[in-house]
C-alpha cells in the first residue's frame, strides 16, 4: 500500500514520508502517528505534517536555536577579551539551553571562582550535574540554594533536590521534602520524579495514581507546551511500562 501511494504521488510523496519519519523519530507524539504515516503513505504524512509539525513553526521558541548558536559564538570571542563572572554565566545558560551539561558546568565553575555573592550560578550549576547524573555535587549546590530561598524558581530547585537526595541515598529526607514541595508544586518534572521515586520504594499503587494524574494533565495544556514537555512524558509512559 505504501508503495503504490508513494508511486502516485512522486518526488513530492517519498519527501513528505521521510520528513514525517524522521520528525516522528526525532520527536516522538503518539505512537498512532507512525501507523498512519506508513499505512496511508503521502497523505498520511501530509496529515502528521500539518497537526505535529506545521504548528511548531508558530512555536515563539521554534527556531531559537538559530539565534543561540549566534550568541554562543559572540560570548565566546568576549570571553577571550573579558573572561568576567557574567561571560562565563551568560555562555552557562546558553549552554544549558542547548543541553550541553559538561560544557555549562564548566562555565558556571568558572564563574563562581570569581564571585559567588549570587544564588543563580549555583542553581544553573547544579541542573547541569542533574544532568551529568552527578547528584552528590548537585546535591550540594542545590542545598544551598533552597536554605537560603525555598521557593527559588517556583519550588523547581527544591524539586531538584528531593531528587538530588534520592538518588544519593537520602531517601527520607527525599520523601519529605517532595512531599512538601507537591503541596503547592505542579511542575511537572517534580510531580514525574516522585513517581518515579514512589515506584523505586515499591510503592507501585501511589506511583500508578500519579502517573496517571500527570498524563491526565496533558489534555489540557496548550500545544506548546506539550511539545516543551516532550521529553519528561516518554520518561513518563516509560515508568508506566514498567508500572
Known amino acids: 500500500m505504501i508503495f503504490s501511494r508513494f508511486y502516485s504521488w512522486g518526488i513530492l510523496g517519498f519527501a513528505l514520508i521521510a520528513m514525517a519519519v524522521v520528525h516522528y523519530i526525532r ?42 548558536n549566534r550568541r554562543i559564538r559572540e560570548v565566546e570571542n568576549d570571553l577571550r577579551q573579558n573572561p568576567s563572572a557574567g561571560n562565563y554565566e551568560e555562555l552557562g545558560l546558553l549552554r544549558l539551553d542547548k543541553h550541553d551539561w559538561a560544557g555549562a558546568k564548566i562555565c558556571f565553575d ?36 533552597v536554605t537560603a530561598d525555598a521557593n527559588y524558581d517556583f519550588q523547581r530547585a527544591a524539586g531538584l533536590l528531593a531528587y538530588a537526595d ?20 505542579t511542575l511537572t518534572e517534580t510531580q514525574l520524579h516522585y513517581a518515579q521515586f514512589l515506584a523505586d520504594q515499591g510503592r507501585r499503587d501511589e506511583a500508578r495514581e500519579l502517573a496517571a494524574r500527570i498524563r491526565d494533565k496533558r489534555r489540557g495544556m496548550p500545544g506548546f507546551q506539550r511539545r516543551r514537555e516532550r521529553k519528561l512524558y516518554w520518561q513518563l509512559a516509560a515508568l508506566q511500562r514498567k508500572l
Open 166 to 185: 534520592w538518588k544519593t541515598g537520602s531517601v527520607d529526607r527525599a520523601a519529605k521534602l517532595f512531599e512538601q514541595v507537591l503541596r503547592t508544586s
Open 27 to 68: 520527536r516522538r507524539p503518539s505512537g498512532y502517528w507512525i501507523y498512519l504515516i506508513l499505512f496511508l503513505g503521502p497523505p498520511g504524512a501530509a496529515l502528521y505534517l500539518a497537526v505535529e509539525a506545521l504548528p511548531e513553526l508558530f512555536d515563539p521558541g521554534a527556531f531559537r536555536f538559530l539565534d543561540r
Open 110 to 145: 568558572n564563574a563562581l571562582r570569581q564571585r559567588t555573592d549570587s544564588l543563580d550560578p549555583f542553581y544553573r550549576r547544579a541542573i547541569a550535574e542533574v544532568g551529568l547524573n552527578d547528584f552528590a555535587a548537585a546535591q550540594k549546590d542545590l542545598e544551598r540554594v
